[in-house]
């Protein structure tokens, strides 16, 4: 039968937003083929408390595997737990979220059983005896579609192309074993640090305002940070001069090198909008842009573009962003 | 402390690209190329371990075209020791067809530490790192932001989505490198000249089967042109009307 098998990433406890967006994807294409999808989930003791969860996302059949060496990611034991459930499940499709995580465990478990693997899919579709999935490659300037006939097939699912919805199926506890001893594991994850829980991450945010070098100086963040707080639901990136600078880190940066983000709605502030930062967020459904040069790049990007000085435009935004929004 | 670090050459991003007659490579030509960026970090990465050993060797491995020389010969300027070109007139679509092969050059090295970029910016696929460690069962942390070795045990950090995490590993070890460890050097006149008698062997790529093919490269769907509302706080009330009734998102 041509099941699918979802792996289902929880961090601290909760699934994450891209385990219920690869359970859709995963539903939708199991019952395409006429199979069912499974979800596996792994995780220390108490984690078949998300199964109910996964069950509302379409799972017909939800693996649990507990272990207290589950409790931080755990590359190696979830390597071989995959795998081996990926065998004697005789799956046609394994799906992972092209996370952090799962771009690491996603090639390593295709590496390991010699499948098929496609990276950081925007859709995936089974097509006769063959999976289809397309991947954007060259920084976004391209999309190759990716064919293989060859089975099982892994795939990962960029985060944010897939919605995740509602659909109800019978999400069945099936309780398995880790393969070998997960506390032997080589590479260990010996702290986790949560970012504030506050603070809603840029893959996960529907709203993001990123700021640039146009932006002036790292204190001026502070009416970037204010104009978010003022839309709910929204994350802060930056661009890549900005982070080099130390203004912003790292892990805030937007771009070819960096994050790359589909939000519903992305301002752009004092970003001029170079290739490698277009790279990162030319997927956004709506794209503003405020930028005191009207020949920017940015602009022929920008649904809705404002030329003008970010510190005089941003502030008062913000404060009509927080009139259109009373009672929310 | 003996480092291998495989790169790639990718083709530069800035150039407006043209999908290529047969529909599913890129028309290459006039395209300029360089070593891919997060390579850069692990060579640089690979570089100051070494010299922090106080010494070893640094090996690069590159698989693709002849040209790719040019490459690996910038990777020797910038102060690597040695280098293997596994020849390959075209990098395949399928990660693990390149991962066997660079496997079965990796193998019998000896290295402690054998480093790749994160990803290679043209095919973005992250996937040839990861296999090459399972390949040759070797203990795995991709996405390293933060390196620190001692002796036989290495101390990573990465960073996740919204979170970050401590990871610690034995040697030999293969590791991805993100940006931000680093701040790769540039190649000196000097380096330039010695890497002019630094080895390089060539030998044929002992690609895998291939699993995956690309059968189509298409330019995505263009977004539709850019449009200026207004100028400077005037135009936040029309900004905010398109975005409550056109756009939907507020």
Known sequence: MPNVLVIAEARAGQLRKVALEAMTAGRALASEAGGEVHALVAGPPGTAGLAPQLGAHGADVVLVAEHAALENYNGEALTALIAERTRTGGYRVVIFSASVHGRELAPRVAARLRAAYASDVITVALEGGSLVARHPVNTGKLTATLTTSASPAVVSLRPGMFEASAHAAAGRVERIEPVGDPSASRVRVTATQQGSSAKLDLSEAPIIVSGGRGMKAAENFRIVEDLANALGRAAVGCTRAVSDDGWRPHSDQIGQTGRVVSPDLYIALGISGAVQHIAGMRTARTIVAVNKDREAPIFKFADYGIVGDVLEVVPALTAAVKEARKGH | ?250
């Open chain 2, 1 to 250: 402390m003996k480092i291998a670090v495989c790169i790639k050459r990718v083709i530069d991003m800035e150039m407006r690209f043209r999908v290529a007659g047969d529909g599913a490579s890129i028309d290459e030509t006039g395209a300029k190329y360089d070593i891919n960026d997060f390579d850069m970090y692990a060579i640089e990465a690979a570089l100051q371990l070494r010299d922090k050993a106080g010494g070893g060797e640094v090996a690069i491995v590159s698989l693709g075209p002849v040209q790719a020389q040019e490459q690996i010969r910038k990777a020797l300027s910038m102060g690597a020791d040695r280098a293997v070109h596994l020849a390959a007139d075209r990098i395949p679509s399928d990660g693990l067809a390149i991962a066997e092969a660079l496997a079965a050059e990796l193998r019998d090295g000896a290295y402690d530490l054998i480093l790749f970029g994160k990803m290679s910016i043209d095919s973005s696929g992250q996937s040839v790192g990861p296999m090459v460690a399972e390949l040759l069962e070797l203990p795995l942390v991709a996405a390293v932001s933060k390196l620190d070795v001692q002796g036989d045990r290495g101390t990573a950090g990465r960073v996740l989505e919204g979170a970050s995490e401590t990871i610690e590993f034995p040697l030999p070890a293969v590791l991805t490198i993100d940006e931000g460890l680093n701040t790769p050097r540039l190649p000196n006149l000097k380096g330039i000249m010695a890497a002019k008698k630094k080895p390089l062997e060539t030998r044929p790529a002992r690609l895998g089967e291939q699993r995956v093919r690309t059968t189509s490269i298409e330019l995505p769907a263009d977004r539709p042109p850019g449009r200026i509302i207004g100028e400077g706080v005037a135009a936040i009330p029309e900004l905010i009307r398109l975005l409550q009734t056109e756009a939907k998102v507020l």
